[in-house]
């Protein structure tokens, strides 16, 4: 099993940048494939992106497509979400998932019930 943290929320002014971190406990990290999801008040979790067990692969929402950037260092047992070019609608709570693979390159899917395992979250707040 791995357990998730989530760290490096806070409250932004619109246009600015927040780099969140997500850090693993458990053996064998480099064959977890991690997804970030967000939730704001009212609504239903949904994808940002998602990130390969080596790294090499990510894949985003429409709606970060080009602000958002997920990394990985596998040798930390850690992934990134850089948020750049915040916006108002970008507010949620942002939590990290992890789903095991034995795949070398394995990418998760948007879908939420293929993650296994899931952070506590960290709360971003945009503000105008």
């Known amino acids: 099993q791995v357990q998730l943290v989530e760290s490096g929320g806070g409250l932004v002014q619109a246009g600015g940048s927040l780099r969140l971190s997500c850090a693993a406990s458990g053996p064998t990290f480099s064959h977890y494939a991690m997804g970030w999801f967000r939730q704001a008040p009212g609504k239903e979790r949904e994808f940002v992106g998602a990130i390969s067990t080596s790294g090499g692969r990510t894949h985003y929402a429409d709606s970060v497509m080009g602000r958002f950037t997920i990394s990985r260092d596998n040798p930390k047992n850690t992934v990134y979400l850089q948020m750049n070019n915040l916006k108002l609608e970008d507010t949620a709570v942002y939590y990290c998932?992890?789903?095991?693979?034995?795949?070398?390159?394995?990418?998760?899917?948007?879908?939420?019930?293929?993650?296994?395992?899931w952070g506590q979250g960290t709360q971003v707040t945009v503000s105008s």
């Open positions: 998932a992890a789903v095991w693979s034995r795949y070398s390159d394995y990418a998760a899917s948007r879908l939420r019930y293929e993650y296994d395992y």
